[in-house]
């Protein structure tokens, strides 16, 4: 079955400067790839999705790569804010579609 | 309407009391779902309705029994709970439940006494 990996666990950056997260997983079949964002005590919300069939996806301060032949995904946040400070979740559809999770990052902005 | 209203907010039961948790969603998804969070983890699939059918249950113990009345609601009733299911339950739904956004509600924090 599919098993997707997040690093770092942990990853403080100075505002203003770019934080990036890294996701592998192991299906080759998995064709969905979100990132939730999740502030303390409230939901998970998406902030950037991709498929299979693109490599690259861009809002704003947000970018998501994905690189089909390695397996793996990564999360780009330019010119990070305090409220950027979350844990990110990173994960994959599966063969039902249904979405197997990496196992966080908390991103920590330092002032 | 993006929301997907879960109540209660928080819950306090016994380990002998029966409540529910109930979830409803007005955006026309046909998939619900019913995850469990953990402090410092990620979501944790419980249950997937699709189109008013269970079509996945992620061998939950049968103390957690979920119900899906019509394509707006979805129940999850809790009965003879132990400590260890204390636990952020969330619900959310997306359009078809083939790899589309899953939208969350805020979730039920649940302590079992």
């Known amino acids: 079955g599919e098993n997707v990996e997040q690093h770092p666990s942990t990853l403080s950056v100075q505002e203003g400067d770019s934080a990036v997260i890294k996701c592998t997983y192991s299906?080759?079949?998995?064709?969905?790839f979100p990132w939730y964002k999740q502030e303390l005590g409230k939901r998970p919300q998406l902030i950037i999705d991709?498929?299979?069939n693109v490599g690259e996806k861009k809002d704003q301060r947000i970018a998501v790569t994905l690189n089909k032949t390695a397996k793996h995904f990564s999360l780009h946040i330019t010119e990070t804010q305090p409220e950027d400070s979350a844990v990110y979740f990173c994960?994959?559809?599966?063969?039902?579609?249904?979405?197997?999770w990496g196992a966080g990052t908390k991103l920590i902005i330092k002032p | 309407d993006t929301e997907v209203t879960q109540t209660p907010k928080h819950l306090v039961m016994g380990m002998t009391n029966k409540k529910s948790l109930k979830c409803e969603q007005h955006?026309?998804?046909?998939?619900m779902y019913w995850y469990k969070q953990k402090a410092k983890k990620p979501p944790e699939l419980m249950f997937v309705?699709?189109?008013?059918?269970?079509?996945i249950n992620e061998s939950v113990p049968s103390r957690f029994s979920p119900e899906c009345p019509n394509s707006s609601l979805l129940n999850l009733h809790l009965h003879a709970l132990q400590p260890e299911d204390s636990a952020l339950y969330l619900c959310?739904?997306?359009?078809?439940?083939?790899?589309?956004?899953?939208?969350f509600g805020q979730g039920t924090r649940l302590t079992v006494v």
């Open positions: 959310a739904s997306s359009q078809d439940g083939e790899g589309t956004e899953a939208f």
């Open positions: 955006m026309g998804h046909r998939a």
């Open positions: 309705y699709s189109y008013e059918k269970l079509s």
């Open positions: 299906d080759s079949a998995s064709n969905y």
């Open positions: 991709i498929r299979s």
């Open positions: 994960a994959a559809s599966d063969s039902n579609y249904q979405l197997i």
